[in-house]
């Protein structure tokens, strides 16, 4: 009875030294799993860069739309290019008794994907009977390739 015992006893410690790891395997996973990590590290700024570009084509393209109509509805027409996008979080102050806003939520204009105010232009240049929304892109140069803005013409993604 006791060689029954002695032998599953050390068949269940065979079993249990089978049943984990080898440092060989170890050493592989962590290989395999460093391999991902370096090409997710690579590949991040293209990952973000884009998604810096689509956020400011939504934000100029729709996300200020209604704000900038609900504006022109109650004043009569668009903010100037001196008024701004600030006309539409306090009242310009020869307009003061028409406005019935704060348009816009939040205590200030949000800026662009690169911490850049949004410009604006009311008459537009692209638009000519509405208005000009526009980041300045990447490389925070007004009038170049990288714009981005509500207009259909020319290029609006980044490089």
Do not use: C
């Given at each position: 009875?006791?060689?029954?015992?002695?032998?599953?006893?050390?068949?269940?410690?065979?079993?249990?030294?089978?049943?984990?790891?080898?440092?060989?395997?170890?050493?592989?996973?962590?290989?395999?799993?460093?391999?991902?990590?370096?090409?997710?590290?690579?590949?991040?700024?293209?990952?973000?860069?884009?998604?810096?570009?689509?956020?400011?084509?939504?934000?100029?393209?729709?996300?200020?739309?209604?704000?900038?109509?609900?504006?022109r509805i109650a004043m009569g027409d668009y903010p100037s290019t001196g008024e701004g996008?600030?006309?539409?979080?306090?009242?310009?102050?020869?307009?003061?008794?028409?406005?019935?806003?704060?348009?816009?939520?939040?205590?200030?204009?949000?800026?662009?994907?690169?911490?850049?105010?949004?410009?604006?232009?009311?008459?537009?240049?692209?638009?000519?009977?509405?208005?000009?929304?526009?980041?300045?892109?990447?490389?925070?140069?007004?009038?170049?390739?990288?714009?981005?803005?509500?207009?259909?013409?020319?290029?609006?993604?980044?490089?």
């Open positions: 009875m006791r060689f029954v015992r002695e032998n599953s006893l050390s068949l269940v410690v065979r079993r249990a030294a089978r049943a984990g790891f080898t440092l060989l395997e170890i050493l592989v996973v962590l290989a395999i799993i460093g391999l991902l990590a370096s090409l997710a590290i690579t590949n991040v700024d293209k990952i973000f860069g884009g998604a810096q570009v689509s956020t400011a084509q939504l934000f100029v393209r729709e996300s200020m739309k209604t704000s900038l109509t609900t504006y996008l600030q006309a539409l979080l306090t009242a310009p102050s020869s307009k003061a008794d028409r406005w019935h806003g704060p348009y816009l939520e939040g205590s200030k204009v949000p800026l662009d994907p690169w911490t850049e105010p949004y410009q604006y232009a009311y008459p537009g240049t692209h638009n000519k009977s509405s208005y000009d929304l526009w980041s300045k892109g990447p490389d925070k140069q007004s009038g170049t390739e990288d714009d981005i803005g509500n207009w259909d013409s020319g290029p609006t993604e980044a490089k």
